[in-house]
């Protein structure tokens, strides 16, 4: 069985118009980058319009920032493992805003004997996954469910879940 898939910018599906798909899935916490709340909720109408009717599902990736900023987690080592790779040490530092989260990744990659950093910054919605689930109702997807990121079992409160409604 040969499954087609496609890359594209989910704040436009224009140039997909008039067909549909089985699945829209959109990952790495990308929805939250939106700027403004509207275009969130304007990308959310177009995900789920390219959606096959009574079919297509849209399934939408969530890092729910709230819980490390509920837990008082401003810095968080996500990796420095020696037995995976002791030159490499990664973090990220969380600036907690009312609404939005900033967060500044930090790589400290040991070459040549010396460390050798790299950093980025993104700002993403502090956004509850309730409100990620209403968001979608709104734009036309129906029996919107919280899983874990497995998508295996009901969301229970972890930093990551799958948002999941059909259309």
């Known amino acids: 069985m040969q499954v087609e898939a496609r890359v594209a910018d989910f704040r436009n599906l224009n140039p997909w118009r008039g067909r549909r798909f089985d699945a829209v899935i959109c990952t790495g916490n990308s929805i939250t980058l939106v700027p403004q ?5 304007r ?5 789920a319009k390219a959606a096959r009717p009574a079919e297509g599902i849209v399934i939408v990736g969530l890092h729910n920032y709230l819980v490390p900023r ?7 080592l996500r990796r420095a493992e020696p037995h995976l790779d002791p030159a490499e040490i990664l973090f990220d530092v969380h600036r907690f805003g009312e609404r939005r989260v900033e967060v500044d990744y930090l790589f400290l990659r040991r070459v040549s004997g010396r460390w050798r950093p790299r950093t980025y910054t993104k700002a993403y919605w502090l956004l509850e ?11 036309g997807l129906q029996g919107v469910g919280l899983l874990d990121i497995s998508g295996q079992r009901p969301y229970s409160g972890e930093e990551w879940l799958l948002a999941v409604g059909h259309r």
């Open 37 to 41: 709340w509207e275009g969130m909720a």
């Open 43 to 47: 990308a959310l109408k177009c995900m």
């Open 129 to 139: 996954p309730e409100a990620l689930a209403a968001a979608m109702t709104a734009a």
């Open 70 to 76: 509920r837990a008082g987690k401003a810095i968080v």
